[in-house]
């Protein structure tokens, strides 16, 4: 089948299906009601039209960028003919993408004023871009999406697309952060499950598109069975993201039965399981019978089927949710937090009640059962793993669910004391448990290589890393150290803090910082993977130092601040229970100061015995120099530099070698 009449078969399907649904969930009005404002007719069905055209842009971008870098077998260092033409097509896509985009710009303003689109004045749409969360979202996607057109067109290296493939995943991400799941109560797990749920369907659908429009390639069936292993991840993510999401948005079962919204969130859960089940199964079958074209054939009705669920989610997004009958006051810090103010905290109230966040759930869940199956696959084949390295792994793991997502997460909002406990749980505790388990060795003894060394697998992409300029620079010791104490001085004395911790996104990527400063510093020190930089453990034992001073010191300040840090926020969901601001910035202090005595003290002694066995090697390479110069009737160096200083101390001159 021609790659346009497939083309035109999705978009025919996304577009029936967008229309009749946007009709059945009450997303457009067919008339206009007296004494409201009215967008006109062009707004109500281009907006939902532009949102659709938006999303397949950036699907198809995703999919083929993926496609080029890491599904089709390279040429050396660079993309192969076929990557370099899909490399192509993502330039004019990406700038297709950024062009929908600010279309939906303008047409998001003339919905919500009211006033059609020729109307609009050019304030209203430029006040809505900058100073609106949504507005902002979009401007954030258009930056985007011209960044990968650039990069799409900036080489022909494997790297440059990988990094092109990763600016365009990117891309998709803003606008989740706005919307029903934004808007709605517990947003922690219902932001980022729709975040999730969108990235794994792009790569899906992307991927699959970006698989059919290299279907002439000689390595087809190659290409198609590692699309098939990553579409089975994002079918699985893809399922259980949407019901958690749909879940939260429905609110309960008789919702979702009796609503126009809920029998639409099912025909879709109902649409992608069939096909992602029917898809795995017939592609197995395909490709164990190295029949291209009813792969093909199947994967042009998959395709078809996707581009319809799309539709049907752009729909969704245009419908109204399920609201309860009883209608309660609205709640500004649930609106703000997304949960009610806690109680006074206690230990019980510190560990129940927890606040799950999908991101960290699922960080936790793919990082111990990736770390087991590696243990297992080493061990079967007869290699020994040191259980204190498992133990050490699947602490940090554990700990960083239970700091991101029990009820000490709650605390960590509205009191600053319990932030900066969780702040240095994050850069400390967790760190060093993760490198402790020297994930990079268990991932490079167990990571099968591809049998076609065209292919770049996880495990090449890895060495690449290890291997780059960035990994070298970043892992300087004084570099490492900079990143760690300037992030720690930026965040809280910079005026950083209050920001992100009033946006979901920044509050998410804060928490990451956190933990990926504090792996980045102690690997430098104490890490036992391949890739760092090899120092005498003296030199790291003063960068540790130095990192003890830094943080001592920032505790001093914070002890002695008689301002309110993030005092915007902290005083918009102050607790009535709490102390005053200071008090407790106070306390953060103390906390922060106490709690880093421990994980130093650790830090210092695995350094301090690094040093002693340095220099036991050092000797022993000595002594068996000593033996073997003895054995032949040579004089070793440690003999003639011991000369050297006897000469020197007695003023006479050294003897000289013949």
Same mark, same amino acid.
């Given at each position: 089948m021609r790659t346009p009449v497939v083309v035109g078969s999705?978009?025919?399907?996304?577009? *029936? %299906?967008?229309?009749? @649904?946007?009709?059945?969930?009450?997303? !457009?009005?067919?008339e206009a009601l007296p004494g409201l404002p009215d967008p006109g007719p062009v707004t109500e069905w281009a907006l939902p039209a532009f949102t659709l055209l938006a999303e397949v842009l950036g699907v198809l971008t995703v999919g083929l960028a993926v496609t080029a870098a890491f599904l089709l077998p390279g040429d050396g260092r660079s993309v192969a003919a076929h990557g370099w033409v899909l490399l192509r097509r993502v330039t004019w896509l990406a700038l297709a993408w950024a062009f929908a985009a600010a279309a939906i710009v303008v047409l998001s303003v003339s919905d919500i004023l009211g006033i059609p689109v020729a109307g609009l004045s050019r304030q209203a749409v430029v006040s809505f871009g900058f100073s609106v969360s949504q507005g902002q979202a979009l401007l954030l996607q258009i930056g985007f999406a011209l960044a990968v057109a650039a990069c799409s067109r900036a080489g022909v290296s494997r790297a440059a697309a990988a990094v092109t493939a990763g600016l365009a995943m990117v891309a998709l991400l803003p606008p989740a952060?706005?919307?029903?799941?934004?808007?709605a109560g517990n947003h922690q797990i219902a932001v980022t499950s729709l975040a999730l749920h969108v990235l794994a369907a792009a790569l899906w659908v992307g991927g699959l598109t970006g698989v059919l429009l290299v279907r002439r390639h000689?390595?087809?069936?190659?290409?198609?069975?590692?699309? $098939?292993?990553l579409a089975l991840s994002c079918f699985l993510a893809t399922a259980v993201s949407g019901v958690v999401n749909a879940g939260i948005r429905v609110g309960s079962w008789e919702a979702l039965q009796s609503s126009p919204y809920g029998q639409l969130v099912l025909l879709k859960v109902f649409a992608l399981l069939a096909v992602g089940v029917i898809g795995a199964v017939h592609r197995t079958r395909t490709l164990r019978a190295s029949t291209t074209y009813g792969f093909v054939r199947l994967a042009v009705g998959e395709v078809v089927v996707l581009a319809a669920a799309t539709g049907l989610a752009v729909a969704l997004s245009r419908s109204p949710a399920p609201v309860p009958e009883e209608l309660a006051e609205p709640d500004p810090l649930v609106e703000l937090l997304g949960f009610a103010?806690?109680?006074? #905290?206690?230990?019980?109230?510190?560990?129940?009640?927890?606040?799950?966040?999908?991101?960290?759930?699922? &960080? %936790?869940?793919?990082? +111990?059962? *990736?770390? !087991?199956?590696? !243990?297992?696959r080493l061990r079967r084949a007869g290699h020994p793993w040191p259980i204190a390295r498992t133990a050490s792994w699947i602490g940090g793991m554990l700990l960083l669910g239970a700091v991101t997502g029990l009820g000490v997460a709650r605390y960590a909002y509205v009191l600053f004391s319990v932030h900066m406990v969780q702040h240095m749980a994050l850069s400390m505790a967790v760190p060093i448990l993760l490198v402790g388990g020297a994930p990079v060795t268990l991932a490079l003894r167990t990571l099968r290589r591809p049998a076609d060394p065209q292919v770049r697998g996880a495990r090449e992409w890895l060495l690449v890393v290890l291997h780059s300029r960035v990994a070298r620079f970043l892992s /300087?010791? %004084? &570099?490492?150290?900079?990143?760690?104490?300037? $992030?720690?001085?930026?965040?809280?004395?910079?005026? =950083?803090l209050g920001t992100l911790m009033r946006y979901h996104l920044g509050h998410l990527a804060m928490l990451t910082h956190f933990v990926l400063a504090g792996y980045l510093l102690f690997w &430098?020190? +104490?890490?036992?993977? #391949?890739?760092?930089?090899?120092?005498?453990? *003296?030199?790291?034992?003063?960068?540790?130092?130095?990192?003890?001073?830094? /943080?001592?010191?920032?505790?001093?300040?914070?002890?002695?601040s008689a301002t309110v840090i993030a005092s915007d926020w902290y005083?918009?969901?102050?607790? #009535?229970?709490? @102390? #005053? =601001?200071?008090?407790?910035?106070?306390?953060?202090?103390? =906390?922060?100061?106490?709690?880093?005595?421990?994980?130093? &003290?650790v830090v210092l002694l695995v350094l301090v015995r690094q040093w002693i066995r340095s220099d036991e090697r050092e000797q022993a390479r000595l002594d068996r120099a000593a033996t073997r110069a003895d054995a032949t009737g040579e004089e070793d160096e440690l003999a003639r530099y011991n000369a050297f200083l006897a000469a020197a101390s007695t003023g006479e001159p050294a003897r000289q070698e013949p």
């Open positions: 999705a978009a025919g399907a996304a577009g *029936a %299906v967008l229309v009749a @649904a946007l009709m059945f969930g009450g997303a !457009v009005n067919t952060f706005t919307g029903h799941s934004a808007g000689r390595r087809f069936a190659d290409t198609a069975a590692r699309y $098939s292993r103010m806690p109680g006074p #905290p206690t230990a019980r109230a510190m560990l129940a009640n927890p606040l799950p966040d999908m991101f960290f759930l699922t &960080v %936790v869940a793919v990082g +111990i059962a *990736a770390y !087991v199956a590696g !243990v297992v /300087h010791p %004084v &570099v490492a150290l900079v990143v760690y104490v300037g $992030s720690l001085y930026g965040l809280y004395l910079g005026g =950083l &430098v020190l +104490i890490g036992a993977d #391949p890739g760092r930089r090899r120092v005498h453990p *003296a030199l790291l034992t003063v960068v540790h130092f130095l990192s003890m001073v830094a /943080h001592a010191f920032f505790g001093f300040v914070l002890l002695q005083t918009a969901v102050h607790p #009535p229970w709490a @102390a #005053p =601001l200071l008090d407790d910035q106070h306390l953060g202090a103390s =906390l922060a100061w106490a709690f880093g005595e421990l994980p130093a &003290v």
